[in-house]
């Protein structure tokens, strides 16, 4: 199993970006996926995590600015990102796992390979 990212850039603060992030390969729905992201010097955190059923969790730093939304058919998982800061400057990271416990505590089976996010001032 592969998870490809996609839609990663550079924005100006105020600005929206679209991240995407495909299952490929021997796919099966999973029971979670996820978004984790690591900026310069700093620890991989979760971003946003949501299960096959809709369920969602979100990190209190992007709380109604981001929406995580998921395609089970598709294997696809979606972040989207609106009024963007400096702060949310990162790496991000898709996972996914069985469990919905699993992708929040970064301990996902699978990781894609990370799309970088840039917000300027």
């Known amino acids: 199993v592969q998870l490809q990212a996609s839609g990663g850039g550079s924005v100006q603060a105020g600005g929206s970006l679209r991240l995407s992030c495909a299952a490929s390969g021997r796919v099966r729905t999973f029971g979670a996926m996820g978004w984790h992201r690591q900026a310069p010097g700093k620890k991989r955190e979760l971003v946003a995590a949501?299960?096959?059923?809709?369920?969602?969790d979100y990190a209190d730093s992007v709380k109604g600015r981001f929406t995580i939304s998921r395609d089970n058919a598709k294997n696809t998982v979606y972040l989207e990102m609106n009024s963007l800061e400096p702060e949310d400057t990162a790496v991000y990271f898709c996972a996914a796992a069985p469990r919905l416990g699993s992708v929040e505590a970064g301990t996902a089976d699978y990781w894609g390979q990370g799309t970088q996010v840039t917000v300027s001032s």
């Open positions: 949501i299960t096959s059923g809709g369920i969602t």
